[in-house]
């Protein structure tokens, strides 16, 4: 990714969670208002159907996704598959306890990571919620990075973007009032000072008003926050000791971490939630640290620099933290050690550490220990044997045997997408490709909006020389990540292939058509945005097939259930021949 884009989503995201888009935009009266929905912030708040007006929950989803598309293809982007499923495992959790939180569109939460030494994390419109690398090594226990996660759901769920939209729009008339007033003022003989005042009193009442919003957005995040950590089984303490310790880091550097920055933390707030504490009734359970949670930690230590230097200091960290007389952070840091070793090339080393923090979740006769919990950490160990076992130049045997154990560890935890995947990297690095696109095809007609999977079944059907169908495949991988047009190159590249056959150029032409009217549709979608935001009449925005960009059958169908199934083939054609 460009540095261009890189600084584009960055300075989005931290206009998303400083609100500092309206402050400016307030600041320069001459200027019209710019277009919000390109900066949207999300901790201004103001109930209604306002929020309806200004930002539809099918809008705002749908601009989430196109942030999220850039996010993606930021070098930074921490696409980590046991980081992103315990976030999204841990995210879930707390959303089923935040009651209302998916909105009429019951649309799903995606948590993710990127890399940042600044403590940070914040919510996109459509309830995307990013975490800072650095804010999973801080937290010391998952209360408190469930305080974090639900003062974000709080956010989305409270919609605090759409709902900012509304309230910047009439701070909007404030200045413009003030400039009309202040023109009257000086026809009326009032001089050049007595307009000058009238002007900046507008401003200074708009830019109030805006502060006012983003303290009351963070007091009802805070709210919803405590109300659903409660209600999940999480120790509420955790909110403020991890606020507390972030003051202590303002104290020791002088500088305030990101988080706190975006999201301001007043002595009003921390006693606000220290009262809520007092006044609610004890929980009859806390929920014990997952020991996932802190594999997750080790793997976000090693990930977030990957420097000589990083890898030092990370190395520095384990070693202090096997001294620590607590099993999980013993185990953790052993862990963590395997996976920096398979990082650094040194497979041998990489195993043996893993062994011994397999060892060490073992019960030993005769000890009792509260640290130990129901969780075991078996699908974080299985996925990082795989990995060193598909490490680049492991022998044959060695890939067999990954294929081996990625089919057991599939088979006993089903519902993992990252031992599903990885079982398919198995397959394909063990000569399996018939087997692997057997799977891959039977994955992508249940998890339609998982771009890797077509990824990997395109890679599947290069080795097998399907060149057609491969392109075929990656064409759907780009519709998924929003990059349209190279999915249309993709499916001519299809249609050239000497492979291609009279079923695939169906297809084809049917798919080309959807993303054509596709592109029409999103290029009226972004006119009608560009217009929201300019104050101008819009209109209703659909698609095509009568549904909602991003919620139509254009995204959710595609080749998942085409490729190499002939019925479904023989029904497209039966359709194109109706038409």
């Given at each position: 990714?460009?540095?261009?884009?890189?600084?584009?989503?960055?300075?989005?995201?931290?206009?998303?969670?400083?609100?500092?888009?309206?402050?400016?935009?307030?600041?320069?009266?001459?200027?019209?208002?710019?277009?919000?929905?390109?900066?949207?912030?999300?901790?201004?708040?103001?109930?209604?159907?306002?929020?309806?007006?200004?930002?539809?929950?099918?809008?705002?989803?749908?601009?989430?996704?196109?942030?999220?598309?850039?996010i993606?293809?930021?070098?930074?982007?921490?696409?980590?598959?046991?980081?992103?499923?315990?976030?999204?495992?841990?995210?879930?959790?707390?959303?089923?306890?935040?009651?209302?939180?998916?909105g009429?569109t019951?649309?799903?939460?995606?948590?993710?990571?990127v890399?940042?030494?600044?403590?940070?994390?914040?919510?996109?419109?459509?309830?995307?919620?990013?975490?800072?690398?650095?804010?999973?090594?801080?937290?010391?226990?998952?209360?408190?990075?469930?305080?974090?996660?639900?003062?974000?759901?709080?956010?989305?769920?409270?919609?605090?973007?759409?709902?900012?939209?509304g309230?910047?729009?009439?701070?909007?008339?404030?200045?413009?009032?003030?400039?009309?007033?202040?023109?009257?003022?000086?026809?009326?003989?009032?001089?050049?000072?007595?307009?000058?005042?009238?002007?900046?009193?507008?401003?200074?009442?708009?830019?109030?008003?805006q502060?006012?919003?983003?303290?009351?957005?963070?007091?009802?995040?805070?709210?919803?926050?405590?109300?659903?950590?409660?209600?999940?089984?999480?120790?509420?303490?955790?909110?403020?000791?991890?606020?507390?310790?972030?003051?202590?880091?303002?104290?020791?550097?002088?500088?305030?971490?990101?988080?706190?920055?975006?999201?301001?933390?007043?002595?009003?707030r921390?006693?606000?939630?220290?009262?809520?504490?007092r006044?609610?009734?004890?929980?009859?359970?806390?929920?014990?640290?997952?020991?996932?949670?802190?594999?997750?930690?080790?793997?976000?230590?090693?990930?977030?620099?990957?420097?000589?230097?990083?890898?030092?200091?990370?190395?520095?960290?384990?070693?202090?933290?096997?001294?620590?007389?607590?099993?999980?952070?013993?185990?953790?840091?052993?862990?963590?050690?395997?996976?920096?070793?398979?990082?650094?090339?040194?497979?041998?080393?990489?195993?043996?550490?893993?062994?011994?923090?397999?060892?060490?979740?073992?019960?030993?006769p005769g000890?009792?220990?509260?640290e130990?919990?129901?969780?075991?950490?078996?699908?974080?160990?299985?996925?990082?044997?795989?990995?060193?076992?598909?490490?680049?130049?492991?022998?044959?045997?060695?890939?067999?045997?990954?294929?081996?154990?990625?089919?057991?560890?599939?088979?006993?935890?089903?519902?993992?997408?990252?031992?599903?995947?990885?079982?398919?990297?198995?397959?394909?690095?063990?000569?399996?490709?018939?087997?692997?696109?057997?799977?891959?095809?039977?994955?992508?007609?249940?998890?339609?909006?998982?771009?890797?999977?077509?990824?990997?079944?395109?890679?599947?059907?290069?080795?097998?020389?399907?060149?057609?169908?491969?392109?075929?495949?990656?064409?759907?991988?780009?519709?998924?990540?929003?990059?349209?047009?190279?999915?249309?190159?993709?499916?001519?590249?299809?249609?050239?292939?000497?492979?291609?056959?009279?079923?695939?150029?169906?297809?084809?032409?049917?798919?080309?058509r959807?993303?054509?009217?596709?592109?029409?549709?999103?290029?009226?979608?972004?006119?009608?945005?560009?217009?929201?935001?300019?104050?101008?009449?819009?209109f209703?925005?659909?698609?095509?097939?009568?549904?909602?960009?991003?919620?139509?059958?254009?995204?959710?169908?595609?080749?998942?259930?085409?490729?190499?199934?002939?019925?479904?083939?023989?029904?497209?054609?039966?359709?194109?021949?109706?038409?």
């Open positions: 990714m460009t540095t261009s884009r890189r600084l584009r989503w960055r300075s989005l995201v931290s206009a998303i969670c400083l609100g500092a888009t309206a402050t400016l935009a307030l600041a320069a009266p001459t200027v019209p208002a710019t277009p919000v929905l390109r900066t949207p912030d999300a901790t201004l708040p103001t109930l209604g159907d306002a929020a309806r007006a200004d930002l539809s929950p099918v809008i705002e989803r749908k601009l989430g996704e196109e942030i999220m598309n850039d993606r293809r930021d070098r930074d982007y921490l696409d980590d598959d046991a980081i992103v499923e315990y976030l999204n495992n841990f995210g879930e959790n707390l959303v089923s306890f935040a009651p209302g939180a998916r009429e019951n649309a799903d939460f995606f948590f993710f990571a890399r940042d030494p600044m403590i940070n994390a914040f919510a996109l419109p459509g309830g995307f919620i990013g975490v800072h690398s650095q804010l999973l090594i801080a937290a010391q226990n998952e209360s408190e990075l469930a305080s974090v996660l639900s003062h974000e759901i709080g956010h989305v769920q409270q919609r605090h973007i759409a709902r900012m939209l309230q910047q729009k009439q701070d909007a008339l404030l200045p413009l009032a003030a400039l009309i007033l202040a023109a009257l003022v000086g026809k009326a003989g009032g001089g050049a000072d007595a307009a000058m005042g009238v002007v900046m009193g507008g401003q200074g009442l708009a830019i109030q008003r502060l006012n919003f983003s303290r009351d957005a963070e007091r009802e995040a805070d709210r919803v926050g405590f109300q659903t950590m409660r209600a999940a089984g999480y120790d509420t303490s955790g909110m403020v000791s991890f606020f507390k310790r972030l003051q202590g880091t303002t104290r020791l550097y002088g500088e305030a971490p990101a988080w706190l920055s975006s999201h301001p933390l007043t002595g009003e921390i006693a606000d939630i220290q009262n809520r504490i006044e609610a009734p004890k929980p009859g359970h806390i929920r014990p640290d997952s020991i996932e949670f802190h594999l997750v930690r080790a793997r976000a230590r090693v990930l977030q620099d990957p420097s000589a230097k990083g890898y030092d200091d990370s190395k520095g960290a384990f070693e202090t933290q096997l001294r620590q007389d607590n099993t999980q952070q013993q185990t953790a840091a052993m862990y963590g050690l395997s996976f920096l070793a398979l990082k650094q090339g040194d497979l041998k080393l990489a195993q043996s550490w893993l062994d011994k923090a397999k060892a060490s979740m073992k019960p030993r000890v009792l220990s509260a130990r919990t129901s969780s075991d950490g078996a699908a974080m160990f299985a996925s990082l044997g795989t990995e060193i076992k598909l490490a680049p130049g492991q022998p044959p045997e060695v890939l067999a045997q990954a294929a081996q154990e990625a089919e057991q560890a599939h088979q006993k935890f089903p519902l993992s997408r990252m031992l599903a995947r990885q079982y398919a990297d198995a397959m394909i690095a063990s000569g399996k490709l018939d087997q692997a696109a057997t799977f891959l095809r039977d994955q992508v007609q249940q998890y339609r909006e998982e771009p890797k999977l077509y990824d990997q079944l395109a890679k599947t059907y290069a080795a097998q020389g399907k060149i057609a169908l491969q392109h075929m495949a990656l064409a759907e991988s780009y519709v998924l990540t929003g990059a349209v047009p190279a999915a249309v190159d993709q499916l001519n590249m299809a249609r050239k292939a000497q492979d291609v056959s009279f079923y695939d150029q169906a297809v084809i032409d049917a798919r080309e959807e993303l054509q009217q596709r592109q029409k549709d999103e290029k009226k979608e972004k006119k009608d945005r560009d217009n929201l935001a300019e104050g101008k009449p819009t209703k925005i659909e698609s095509s097939s009568g549904s909602a960009p991003g919620f139509g059958n254009d995204t959710r169908s595609g080749f998942g259930d085409d490729i190499g199934s002939m019925s479904t083939l023989e029904r497209k054609m039966q359709q194109r021949r109706s038409q």
